[in-house]
């Protein structure tokens, strides 16, 4: 009997996104707090604000927003996902934006039915600016294996 192996996009959100309490800068600039959150409490994240939360309410602010991500990107996506497929996607674009994935190839592959197609997009996300990330690059890695693992029936 093959067992199935089912991700959980808070999770895999928070091993990459890592948790600090205190606002800092990520790798592009943008002041971030928590597990990579630019807004705190309805207001931008500054070197000030806020001065710092704790990992209860940052993991409970988590899975309201990869709950709403998870529901966008059902409101985008024309086809059937299953539960790894939409972990990733989660994962993806909470990273990325929801505008960046609703314009993107990914989604437009998606939609036309190309699932391997537009696995192999995630892969094309690992620069910040003109670099690659090395870091991006083992998110987008992650992001497509868990695309990619089956779930038996």
Not at 1 to 26: A, L
Not at 44 to 58: E, F, M, R
Not at 90 to 117: A, D, P
Request: with cysteine; aromatic share 10%.
């Amino acid at each position: 009997m093959v067992t199935s192996v089912i991700f959980n996009s808070v999770e895999v959100i928070s091993d990459f996104e890592g948790f600090r309490s205190n606002p800092y800068q990520d790798v592009r600039g943008i002041w971030t707090v928590g597990f990579g959150f630019t807004e705190w409490n309805g207001y931008q994240v500054t070197k000030t604000y806020p001065k710092s939360v704790s990992l209860s309410d940052a993991q409970q602010h988590l899975q309201v927003l990869a709950d709403m991500t998870a529901k966008q990107i059902q409101s985008m996506v024309k086809i059937q996902l299953n539960q790894n497929q939409l972990t990733a996607l989660t994962s993806f674009v909470f990273n990325v934006g929801q505008s960046n994935f609703k314009g993107s190839t990914m989604l437009k592959l998606l939609n036309s039915g190309h699932i391997q197609q537009a696995s192999a997009q995630f892969l094309l996300w690992d620069h910040a600016g003109t670099h690659v990330v090395q870091g991006l690059l083992c998110r987008r890695r992650k992001e497509q294996m868990i695309f990619d693992t089956p779930l038996e029936n």
